[in-house]
C-alpha cells in the first residue's frame, strides 16, 4: 500500500518562501494526480494545487502566481514551493494521491506538516 510523507513546512515571515516535499513509497500499479491541500483552524480542508500524472496542473485562485507545483513520477515526489507567503496561508498542508492498485483505486493522504507565516 502507497503512503505519503510530507516534509518541508515551518515557520516563515510573511513574504518569504518555503518549498513542501511529499514522497510516496509503497507498490500500486499507478500513482496518477496527485496535489496538495490545506486545512487551517476551523475552516475546511481545501484544495491548493494538483498535477495530473502528465503534468497538467490546477490551482486554487488564492495561491495563483504565488505556487508552483512539480512532480516526478520516477521519483514518486510531489512538490509545493510557495512564494510570496501571506499569514492566510498558514494551515496543515496534506499530500493527496489517487492511487490505482491491481485491486481497486484508493485516495491516500499524508500526516500533514504544518505552515505557520508570521505577519
Known amino acids: 500500500q502507497v503512503k505519503l510523507v510530507e516534509s518541508g513546512g515551518g515557520l516563515v515571515q510573511a513574504g518569504g518562501s518555503l518549498r513542501l516535499s511529499c514522497a510516496a513509497s509503497?507498490?500500486?500499479?499507478?500513482?496518477?494526480?496527485m496535489g496538495w491541500y490545506r486545512q487551517a483552524p476551523g475552516q475546511q480542508r481545501e484544495l491548493v494545487a494538483a498535477?495530473?500524472?502528465?503534468?497538467?496542473?490546477n490551482y486554487a485562485d488564492s495561491v495563483k502566481g504565488r505556487v508552483t507545483i512539480s512532480r516526478d513520477n520516477a521519483k514518486m515526489t510531489v512538490h509545493l514551493q510557495m512564494n510570496s507567503l501571506k499569514p492566510e496561508d498558514t494551515a496543515v498542508y496534506y499530500c493527496n494521491a489517487d492511487v490505482k492498485y491491481l485491486t481497486g483505486g484508493s485516495e491516500v493522504w499524508g500526516q500533514g506538516t504544518l505552515v505557520t507565516v508570521s505577519s
Open positions: 498535477i495530473t500524472r502528465g503534468g497538467i496542473t
Open positions: 509503497g507498490i500500486a500499479y499507478s500513482i496518477n494526480a
